[in-house]
């Protein structure tokens, strides 16, 4: 009887510690917030709770948009592409990834004229990690342009994957996602450099 008494005093005093250090942990997050320790975007977990928040949320909000016509007449109309974005940082390898991680068929990194267009866009915004528990706020279209804040919950057990808990729509308005693919970055820096070379060399030549 002793033993039996002792052996759940010694679980609740384990389980009451595991719960004082679970709260006590601060969150990792990426891209920092300023005060939480930093989250390598490319570490497990952070590229598959990525991929898991756009998933998520491009199969809940996706039935907001009308849908795109075919490209051969008699064809059906599809929905929107996952056309997705993610904060800068993120190396073009874990891009790719992530756009595997979502198992949505039709996403698609996004690119500088998706912006220009005005395509509609899917956008993480920021990773938050604690324990057991993580948080992805992710960007979504809406109808008329409008872009609005979601968070998707996820909890894991001890050793396992992270599972969808929770998704939360805050109707908070979001300024619209820019390109932040490296690959774009860098075209665009070059293309900005090669017309500031042609206009140096335009006035050199005139003077």
């Not at 051969?72 to 595997?100: K, R």
């Not at 005005?118 to 992710?138: C, F, L, M």
Request: aromatic letters at 8%; glycine letters at 8%.
């Amino acid at each position: 009887m002793n033993h039996t008494i002792r052996r759940f005093f010694r679980s609740a005093l384990l389980l009451a510690i595991g719960l004082s250090s679970a709260a006590c942990t601060p969150y990792a997050t990426f891209p920092s917030d300023g005060g939480a320790k930093l989250l390598g975007p490319g570490v497990y977990p952070a590229p598959q709770l990525m991929g898991k928040g756009l998933k998520v949320t491009y199969e809940k909000t996706v039935g907001d948009l009308p849908l795109v016509p075919a490209a051969v007449e008699g064809d059906a109309a599809t929905p929107p592409a996952l056309v997705y974005d993610l904060p800068a940082g993120v190396s073009a390898g874990n891009w790719t990834q992530i756009g595997n991680q979502t198992e949505i068929s039709s996403a698609r990194e996004v690119t500088r004229a998706d912006v220009a267009n005005g395509t509609p866009i899917w956008a993480v915004k920021q990773i938050r990690i604690r324990s057991n528990r993580a948080e992805v706020d992710v960007i979504y279209p809406g109808s008329g342009g409008l872009y609005q804040l979601a968070t998707a919950i996820f909890r894991s057990e001890p050793f396992g994957a992270f599972k969808l808990q929770s998704f939360q729509r805050w109707l908070i308005p979001e300024d619209a996602p820019v390109c932040n693919h490296p690959a774009e970055i860098a075209d665009a820096k070059a293309e900005e450099k090669a017309a500031a070379d042609a206009e140096a060399a335009e006035n050199a030549a005139a003077e």
